[in-house]
């Protein structure tokens, strides 16, 4: 199976700065990568697919990147409502998620 | 605007068979993926598996042998069973839209808001 790993863990930060969140796979995925974000009693919201695509009503100010065994999201400036977890999922079965970050207040 | 709702029993004890239904509204259930996830308590994301609308399926190898997914698209929904549970079953249980074909991936692009289910004895 291919693995996800996430960096960091947690990542402090305050509103207003840049966040970069990585996912790296053990093995080449090409673009099959999909970043989510989850906060307590909402729904997940998917914010990137296939790597780098903004899905439907996500913000600019969210983007990500990479091909083959690394990828980042990157929030430009972060709003209030961005602190929350964040998962990468492989688009391929097995579709396993990475371990996630923790976006939360410096 | 597609709506997924799950819906279930929120207690269901050891070595019994968990029973969870997502109801689909707001769109056709045609061509699309439809999906099972959870989050145990303090842990992260699993993904359970996936059923097309006309019937193939796809489960994680490591609970093929006890997990069925079904759907009736009649009534837009579709269903996910877990026989033999145990306490580490215990999770919060989502529900999921995707899209697959030749070159495109939706990713999981609707989620129901996730139902709570706790496996006691």
């Known amino acids: 199976d291919i693995l996800l790993t996430q960096s960091p863990a947690t990542l402090s930060l305050s509103p207003g700065e840049r966040a970069t969140l990585s996912c790296r796979a053990s093995q080449y995925i090409s673009r099959y990568l999909a970043w989510y974000q989850l906060k307590p009693g909402q729904a997940p919201r998917l914010l990137i697919y296939d790597a780098s695509n903004r899905a439907t009503g996500i913000p600019a100010r969210f983007s990500g990147s990479g091909l083959g065994t690394d990828f980042t999201l990157t929030i430009s400036s972060l709003e209030p409502e961005d602190f929350a977890l964040y998962y990468c999922q492989h688009r391929s079965s097995p579709f396993n998620f990475g371990p996630g970050t923790k976006v939360d207040f410096k | 605007q597609v709506q997924l709702q799950e819906s279930g029993p929120g207690l269901v004890k050891t070595s019994e068979t968990l029973s969870l239904t997502c109801a689909v509204s707001g769109d056709s259930m045609t061509n699309f993926h439809w999906n099972w996830i959870r989050q145990s308590p303090g842990k992260g994301l699993e993904y359970l598996g996936y059923?097309?609308?006309?019937?193939?399926?796809n489960y994680n190898p490591s609970l093929e042998s006890r997990i069925t997914i079904s759907v009736d698209t009649s009534k837009n929904q579709f269903s996910l069973k877990l026989y033999s549970v145990t306490t580490a079953d215990t999770a919060v249980y989502y529900c999921?839209?995707?899209?697959?074909?030749?070159?495109?991936?939706?990713?999981?692009?609707?989620w129901g808001q996730g139902t709570l289910v706790i496996v006691s004895s």
């Open positions: 059923i097309y609308y006309s019937g193939p399926t």
């Open positions: 999921a839209r995707s899209k697959r074909y030749s070159g495109y991936d939706s990713g999981l692009d609707a």
